[in-house]
């Protein structure tokens, strides 16, 4: 009888509020989607690596003007994720190679040349990637900025619901 009795005070204490505020009940708490980019809202990154890595706001993170630095020395903390990341990471030296064409199909002539999965002459992107995108907590601005959200980069065909990487030229 008596949890009987508390039950009902509580409805009556939630119907009270709601006449309170004046409004129709609130919507139950879950039950708005989560803003997914791609998923649930409009995605500010269609074509993935090329729409966010431009020379912009946060100065210029095009792929190719990395890459042309790379070529006399690679960062030591990106140094250490590549080898981290790597089949053989006695391979990994600190430089990338030039590579003159690479900037009209990012990150699809990567992975082709040497990035691709199971590759041992290079750190395969899937982890590479990743590893360079998803830790450091706070301190990475893909997972401040980016909310380190996958939909940035993978995208979800929505009719068949299969994932694809797009690619394509910097701008
Ligand atoms: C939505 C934006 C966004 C997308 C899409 C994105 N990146 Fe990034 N990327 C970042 C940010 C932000 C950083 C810097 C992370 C940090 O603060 O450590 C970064 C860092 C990097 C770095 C390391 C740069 C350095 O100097 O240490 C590489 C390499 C890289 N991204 C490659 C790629 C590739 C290849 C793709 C596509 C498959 C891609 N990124 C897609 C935002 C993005
Ligand atoms: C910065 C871009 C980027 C982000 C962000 C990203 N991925 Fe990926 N992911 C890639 C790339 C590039 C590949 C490799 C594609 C290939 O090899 O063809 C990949 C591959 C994968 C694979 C396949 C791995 C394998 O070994 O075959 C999985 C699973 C995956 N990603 C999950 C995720 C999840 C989950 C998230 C979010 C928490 C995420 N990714 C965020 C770029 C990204």
């Not at 309170?20 to 995605?43: E, F, H, L, S, Y």
């Not at 990395?66 to 990106?78: G, N």
Request: with cysteine.
């Amino acid at each position: 009888m008596v949890g009987h009795a508390h039950k009902l005070m509580l409805i009556c204490a939630a119907v009270l509020a709601t006449a309170a505020a004046g409004q129709a009940p609130a919507a139950p708490q879950g039950a708005v989607a989560r803003k997914i980019p791609g998923i649930t809202v409009k995605d500010a990154y269609p074509n993935g690596c090329v729409d966010c890595h431009v020379n912009g706001k946060a100065g210029d993170t095009r792929l190719s003007t990395l890459m042309t630095a790379w070529t006399t020395a690679v960062p030591a903390a990106l140094v250490e994720k590549a080898r981290a990341s790597s089949a053989a990471p006695s391979k990994i030296k600190g430089k990338h190679p030039a590579v003159p064409k690479v900037a009209s199909n990012i990150p699809q002539m990567c992975l082709n040349a040497c990035h691709k999965k199971g590759s041992t002459i290079a750190p395969p992107f899937a982890q590479l990637l990743h590893t360079i995108h998803l830790t450091g907590g706070s301190a990475n601005r893909f997972l401040t900025d980016g909310q380190g959200e996958c939909t940035h980069c993978h995208k979800l065909d929505a009719k068949t619901g299969a994932w694809k990487m797009p690619s394509g030229a910097e701008k």
